[in-house]
């Protein structure tokens, strides 16, 4: 029986031809498949879109886009169990790269026609649904001053060339964490990341390593920024920690996971939800366990870990 889809199409997203994948698109999908296709513009919230799609009772809702698109389209299905399908076209495709969903149109498409939906977890930021994770002051910072023309001509090496910059202009901040279980206070931190899902691009939130994509808890990474070698140095540990799923053992970061936490700095600092600005802390993220049915080639699974010894300053209030 042929199953009733609307998909989302960004044509501004990414740098491939957008006439090109959507005739792809419609080809590899259209014999099993009736497509309602709807274009994205300024102009358009796609939630609300995708919203109208949920209420007409499509089967299932496919987003094709970058990260922004694949959010928006996501905030409309939680809790429904309509699944949505994702087919990257962005700069980072981290939501994709975090499930295992290929990233090319063709075997993105066959992921949906195969239809293997796993439910994974999303969680709420300060009331704004979340997929991937919320960064707090360096990696905010890195997101709102890398420009769409950067990402445009340079994609992914655009978001290194910001952070770079970043680095020597930023300064450190007091964070304290609260939890159902503790509060944790640290007098000097440059980035604090809370993480859905992430996959190991997504430097700053490899704390732990191997981030789980539904066991309703949050990943949350602290990395002491205090100089510009301990950053380059924190951060290729990062990267190579979470190439190979190992968790970090340097003292100037640490991590833990929770179901729920607030972060408050001082001073105030920038907020990122899933790659966009969103304003300042403080904030309070919340996991909603499996509330999200999305097609995937495979399920997942991983430990989990709690470390936070030798991050400058520490006190931890048990609750």
Not at 60 to 81: C, K, M, Q
Not at 119 to 139: H, Q, R, S, W
Not at 159 to 171: D, L
Not at 186 to 206: E, H, R
Request: with cysteine.
């Amino acid at each position: 029986m042929t199953r009733k889809a609307c998909l989302i199409f960004n044509p501004v997203a990414g740098q491939s031809d957008p006439d090109r994948d959507l005739e792809q698109i419609k080809t590899l999908l259209s014999s099993e498949i009736e497509l309602d296709i709807q274009l994205t513009s300024k102009d358009v919230d796609i939630e609300q879109l995708a919203r109208e799609a949920v209420e007409c009772g499509v089967d299932a809702i496919l987003a094709a886009g970058g990260d922004g698109t694949l959010s928006a389209t996501a905030a409309a299905l939680i809790e429904t169990n309509i699944p949505l399908g994702v087919i990257s076209r962005g700069t980072a495709n981290a939501f994709a790269a975090a499930l295992g969903i290929p990233n090319t149109i063709e075997a993105a498409c066959q992921t949906i026609l195969e239809g293997t939906i796993k439910k994974v977890d999303t969680a709420k930021c300060n009331g704004k649904p979340m997929l991937l994770l919320t960064g707090i002051g360096f990696e905010a910072e890195t997101m709102k001053n890398t420009s769409r023309q950067a990402k445009n001509r340079w994609g992914m090496l655009a978001y290194i060339i910001s952070g770079i910059r970043q680095i020597s202009q930023f300064e450190p901040f007091k964070v304290e964490l609260e939890t159902d279980e503790k509060i944790i206070r640290i007098i000097k931190v440059g980035s604090v990341t809370i993480a859905n899902a992430a996959p190991p691009t997504s430097i700053l939130a490899q704390g732990p390593a191997g981030i789980v994509s539904d066991d309703g808890l949050l990943d949350i990474t602290i990395v002491a920024l205090e100089n510009w070698a301990g950053a380059i140095a924190a951060s290729y540990h990062l990267l190579q920690t979470g190439m190979k799923g190992n968790a970090t053992q340097r003292d100037d970061i640490g991590y833990l996971r929770s179901k729920r936490i607030k972060v408050t700095t001082e001073p105030p600092q920038k907020v990122a939800l899933d790659g966009e600005f969103i304003g300042y802390t403080p904030v309070e993220v919340e996991c909603l366990t499996k509330s999200l049915a999305i097609y995937v080639p495979a399920a997942v699974a991983e430990d989990s870990l709690e470390k936070l010894e030798g991050l400058p300053g520490i006190e931890i209030e048990p609750r």
